[in-house]
Each structure stands twice: as structure tokens, then as C-alpha cells.
């Protein structure tokens, strides 16, 4: 499974992006940037990517360094999923 592949599907799919037009890449910036990524979206993210990974964030585990960018999301889940 390509984690940085599905955090980007799942960030398209809870936000509601056309992949088309705005594609994302590890590089891509999140907050500041992406103007759907609110406080709610990024509740509804972070429970998109526990029932897609299997995983349970505490609220204190995130910050907003967690959502600068895809990369840095990538890496909370795969920290997530390798402790």
C-alpha cells in the first residue's frame, strides 16, 4: 500500500478536490493553502484516515505541523502506523 497515495485520496475524497484540478503531491502545501481545510474538514480527515488505516489519533498527537503539507500528514500516519 502506497500511504502517500491514499492520504492523498482521502484528502481529495473528504474534501470534496477534483483531482484534476488540484492535484497534490508530497510537496503540496495543506494549511493556508487549501481553502476547504478548515477545522471541521481536518476532524473529518483525521477519522477518514483512522478507519482507512486502522489507527487512533489523540486529539494532543496534532498540530499544525501535522497538516503543512501532504508529506508531513504522510509521516503522522506512517509514525502512526510504525510506533
Known sequence: MDI?????R????????????QRLDADSPLLGT???LDSMAVVSILT????R????VDDDEVDG????????LT?????KLNP
Open 4 to 8: 502517500e497515495q491514499e492520504v492523498i
Open 10 to 21: 482521502t484528502l481529495h475524497a473528504v474534501l470534496g478536490l477534483d483531482a484534476a484540478k
Open 34 to 36: 487549501v481553502a476547504e
Open 48 to 51: 477518514a484516515l483512522e478507519e
Open 53 to 56: 488505516f486502522g489507527i487512533a
Open 65 to 72: 505541523r501535522t497538516f503543512a503539507s501532504v508529506a508531513s
Open 75 to 79: 509521516e503522522f500516519v506512517r509514525g
